[in-house]
């Protein structure tokens, strides 16, 4: 017994050393932290006393001993008294002078343990030591009752006054405290005083294992379950114990009476009831904890929401609808005093208040809880951290400098628990769940349910939104074809329409009703055809020109583009057609040609009026000499060189008006370019020779011809290089080259007129092209108006590009009609 004794001392200190390292390194920075270790290495140093006084060779050591221990105990009271008064809800100590008077009184007391008449009598006896105690050892019994009472009035104020885990952590701490004083006061402070002796004293420091343990299990534990639960457990594991301990004790009892002093009988025995008590233990233990905790109605119902949340998540696309269903679940599950979900708002990216919901009685919910500022802690927080943010976990374990504001900032709000919603690791919204309505902590596996349920609202969440946007999207898009001008119509792989916009009702003349999921042969053919192609070729086709007939209307001419839609795997693809009426365009575009034409018009009579009256002025002004001069001869060699001069410039004008005015003749022959501006540059060379101007050809292969009127042509391109030379300085350079360029429609050919030393500014660029616009003294203006007209005969372009000191080019560009080996037959060599 004696060596047991202290086994169980020796243990029991160890084990306090080991707890309070622990406690103390779970939150160093905390005060209540801090407080344990110290009262925990003083309960070791009061088991260690104890643990040497039953080591003790004689009465003086035991002696020592035990007046050592009383400091020690003193340190004990003091600490616990201490941690009652800032544990769990202060991070900071009480005040200094309150400290001081504590301290001061338990040094005060403490030094009794050196008072002489301590100890009357100390004996060594029944292996243990006996002690008889004095006067002063009452004193120091009154100091630790009245120590551990307020210990114990100030745990039993913070039990009814705080509310959740705090509660829970205090009402642990507090009921170790009464079992181990229970057993310290009786082994330690009645029984000495009744009996005068302390035999039993040696049990007094190992029962305040039930403290530390309390304390310990308090502070450092991250999932605290509450009393109920625990409670239960304690009764399921004795249910199980007690009887699988009585009838292993049966059965053993039983066998040593029916089979005596057999040995190896015995052994079978032991071994049988421990592999019955082994076998027996866990399933009893399962059916017990079973049957206790069906008993509790209230733990079906998280489950029975976390179900009911999970089932209409998979079922609503309202957000608003989803936002209520998931706070009802929440609040049934938590049973808290209220519950608020906030989103984000995407025009300012702030929390709004979406949906509420407060228990009956509680108080209304706080005004900044409707609304939380990016900046705004709580906000920043849950943004930055993936988990549930537990306002008893942040105060318990977070750091210091985090804690204390993190937790005001959770007051404000009246938030426990503060669940963030996120989405792409982005946060979209806040969970704020308040206090527990019973005043109780929320439990573990409550926590761990809301926490496997966030997840979920804010999949539910982008779910519901992206529904939400896919919903505006179609409306936007439905009203967009409503109201478009242009002709939509949608086909699936089956030939059946499914689209069908009210243009297209207007345009086609049939309605809308008879032709949704009807075959494409409802429709015009050269729709239903295009869209047929389409569908089974996936071949596009632009908008060309058609007469669209309609059913007892005038046909309207419209353009219809046709395209293949990109088809599900395994599914045929689809087609569209877009339909546009060209009547007011084609109306429009009459009265331009028109408006074209009368300007063309206007500008050819007043330009022929000025380039005809001119010669006629002079003739006229001859004739009305003549017949006071007609004797003179010169007057009349004079009057005729005259007269047929301007007759064969009014001749030339004719002419060239006549060129631009002719219409493009049937001659369609291969054109060999290279050949035609060789000649022009042949022709021209004398004239540059004799401006100084260096006259070059620089004539690429070709693979292709243009086909048309060479002689025409041949005329453009001289007209081009005139104007050249014409607007080069002398001792310029003009030079005429060739060259061939790839488009989508085949091989082009193209002819450019360079001159270096002309420049034609951006204004004038559009204007040298119109008929008798010309900056020369002499000439009509015609010679470039001619030369747009004859290549736009032959489906070509010309194009002018002019840059100070840089030069002029005129680019003329043909489309290839044939190859160049049939270009044999040149016009012009």
């Excluded at 005068?196 to 343990?213: E, H, Q």
């Excluded at 409550?446 to 969440?461: D, K, T």
């Excluded at 002709?487 to 009703?513: C, H, K, Q, T």
């Excluded at 022009?680 to 048309?708: C, Y």
Aim: charged share 20%.
């Amino acid at each position: 017994m004696f060596e047991a004794t202290r086994i169980i001392l020796a243990t029991i200190s160890v084990a306090s050393i080991v707890l309070a390292i622990a406690v103390y390194h779970r939150a160093p920075d905390r005060v209540w932290n801090r407080l344990y270790t110290v009262h925990a290495l003083a309960v070791a140093a009061w088991v260690l006393c104890n643990y040497m006084i039953q080591w003790a060779a004689s009465p003086a050591q035991a002696a020592f001993w035990i007046r050592a221990t009383h400091p020690v105990v003193a340190v004990v009271i003091c600490t616990c008294l201490d941690f009652a008064w800032v544990f769990p809800d202060r991070i900071r100590y009480v005040a200094w002078s309150r400290r001081a008077m504590l301290y001061g009184t338990g040094l005060l007391f403490g030094v009794v343990g050196l008072a002489p008449g301590l100890l009357t009598s100390v004996e060594l006896a029944r292996g243990t030591v006996l002690v008889e105690y004095g006067p002063p050892f009452v004193a120091f019994g009154l100091f630790t009752v009245m120590t551990l009472g307020w210990a114990d009035y100030v745990m039993y104020r913070k039990v009814r006054r705080l509310r959740g885990l705090q509660r829970v952590q205090v009402s642990y701490v507090l009921t170790g405290l009464l079992v181990s004083q229970a057993i310290a006061l009786v082994t330690m402070v009645l029984l000495p005083l009744v009996w005068g002796n302390a035999y039993y004293s040696r049990w007094g420091s190992p029962g305040y294992i039930f403290t530390i343990g309390a304390m310990a299990y308090a502070l450092a534990k991250e999932h605290i379950v509450g009393p109920k639960i625990a409670l239960r457990r304690l009764l399921a594991l004795l249910f199980v114990i007690i009887p699988v301990l009585a009838i292993a004790f049966i059965a053993l009892t039983l066998s040593e009476f029916f089979i005596g002093t057999r040995e190896q009988y015995m052994v079978l025995m032991y071994m049988l009831t421990g592999l019955f008590m082994g076998f027996a233990i866990y399933p009893l233990h399962a059916y017990v904890s079973e049957v206790i905790g069906r008993s509790d109605t209230r733990e079906e119902k998280p489950q029975e929401a976390f179900d009911r949340v999970t089932e209409a998540i998979l079922r609503t696309l309202d957000i608003d609808h989803l936002l209520e269903q998931s706070a009802d679940a929440i609040f049934e599950m938590l049973q808290p005093d209220r519950v608020s979900i906030l989103l984000q708002d995407e025009d300012t990216e702030d929390y709004l208040r979406r949906v509420s919901r407060s228990a009956e009685g509680s108080q209304d919910l706080p005004a900044n809880n409707d609304f939380l500022p990016q900046r705004h802690m709580v906000v920043r927080t849950a943004a930055s951290s993936h988990d549930i943010i537990n306002r008893d976990e942040i105060f318990r374990f977070g750091s210091l400098n985090v804690a204390q504001p993190l937790a005001d900032a959770l007051d404000s709000l009246d938030a426990q628990i503060v669940a963030p919603l996120r989405w792409a690791d982005e946060l979209v919204g806040l969970v704020i769940v308040g206090p527990n309505q019973s005043g109780e902590m929320y439990q573990p596996e409550q926590i761990e349910q809301l926490r496997s349920m966030v997840p979920l609202i804010s999949l539910a969440l982008q779910n519901a939104n992206l529904y939400a946007e896919m919903v505006t999207t179609k409306e936007y898009i439905e009203t967009i074809l409503r109201e478009m001008d242009s002709g939509v119509i949608a086909a699936d792989g089956d030939g059946r329409v499914f689209l069908y916009n009210r243009a297209a009702e207007r345009m086609i003349g049939i309605s809308r009703e008879n032709v949704i999921d009807q075959d494409l042969g409802i429709l015009p053919t050269i729709i239903a055809q295009g869209l047929r192609t389409a569908v089974e070729y996936k071949r596009a086709r632009s908008g060309n020109r058609v007469n669209l007939p309609r059913p007892g209307q005038n046909s309207i001419p419209i353009a219809c583009s046709t395209s293949a839609l990109t088809s599900v795997a395994g599914q045929r693809g689809s087609a569209v057609a877009v339909i546009n009426d060209l009547t007011v365009i084609e109306q429009l575009e009459n009265e331009r040609q028109r408006t074209e034409r009368l300007e063309l018009m206007r500008v050819l009579t007043a330009g022929m009026a000025h380039e005809i009256r001119n010669p006629l002025v002079a003739i006229r002004t001859f004739a009305e000499l003549l017949p006071t001069r007609i004797e003179d001869g010169e007057f009349r060699s004079t009057f005729l060189e005259t007269a047929i001069d301007e007759i064969e410039q009014i001749d030339r004008l004719i002419g060239q008006l006549l060129s631009l005015s002719k219409p493009a003749d049937a001659t369609s022959e291969v054109i060999d370019v290279n050949g035609l501006c060789q000649s022009v540059v042949r022709s021209a060379s004398a004239q540059a020779e004799a401006r100084q101007i260096s006259l070059t050809a620089d004539l690429s292969e070709l693979s292709v011809s243009p086909v048309g009127d060479g002689t025409r042509l041949h005329q453009a391109i001289v007209n081009l290089v005139n104007n050249a030379l014409d607007a080069e300085p002398q001792g310029g350079r003009v030079e005429v080259s060739t060259e061939e360029s790839d488009s989508a429609d085949g091989g082009r050919v193209l002819v450019r007129v360079y001159n270096a030393g002309s420049y034609i500014p951006p204004g004038k660029v559009d204007k040298i092209f119109k008929p008798f616009y010309t900056d020369k003294a002499e000439g009509t203006g015609l010679g470039l108006a001619i030369c747009q007209t004859i290549i736009e005969e032959h489906s070509g372009t010309l194009e002018v590009h002019s840059e100070p000191d840089e030069g002029t080019e005129f680019v003329v560009e043909l489309p290839g009609g044939a190859p160049d080996s049939e270009a044999g037959g040149s016009l012009i060599q």
